[in-house]
C-alpha cells in the first residue's frame, strides 16, 4: 500500500472515528500493534496526515459521509 493510499484508508476510517471501520483502517495500514495498541510509527505518521489532509481536501470532502468512508474503507482495504 503507497503512502497515499494509506493516508486515503485512515481519511475513510476517520470519518467512522471510535468504529470498527477507524480501527481496521489502521491495522491496515500498519499503524498499530498486534495488541492494538499505536505502533512507532503512528504518531509520525499522523503529523504528516495532517498535512495530506490539507492537501487533498477534495478526496477528504468526496468521503465525508459516513456511509462512503465506510464504502471507500471497505472497497480499497486489502489494496
Given at each position: 500500500?503507497?503512502?497515499?493510499?494509506?493516508h486515503?484508508t485512515?481519511?475513510?476510517?476517520?470519518?467512522?472515528?471510535?468504529?470498527?471501520?477507524?480501527?481496521?483502517?489502521?491495522?491496515?495500514?500498519?499503524?498499530?500493534?498486534?495488541?492494538?495498541?499505536?505502533?512507532?510509527?503512528?504518531?509520525?505518521?499522523?503529523?504528516?496526515?495532517i498535512?495530506?489532509?490539507?492537501?487533498?481536501?477534495?478526496?477528504?470532502?468526496?468521503?465525508?459521509?459516513?456511509?462512503?468512508?465506510?464504502?471507500?474503507?471497505?472497497?480499497?482495504?486489502?489494496?
Amino acid at each position: 500500500m503507497s503512502d497515499d493510499d494509506r493516508h486515503k484508508t485512515i481519511s475513510g476510517g476517520s470519518g467512522n472515528a471510535g468504529s470498527r471501520t477507524y480501527s481496521k483502517s489502521l491495522g491496515e495500514t500498519w499503524l498499530l500493534k498486534t495488541n492494538g495498541s499505536p505502533n512507532d510509527n503512528y504518531e509520525a505518521f499522523m503529523k504528516e496526515h495532517i498535512g495530506w489532509i490539507f492537501r487533498n481536501a477534495s478526496f477528504v470532502q468526496s468521503i465525508s459521509d459516513p456511509v462512503k468512508a465506510r464504502a471507500y474503507v471497505d472497497e480499497h482495504i486489502n489494496d
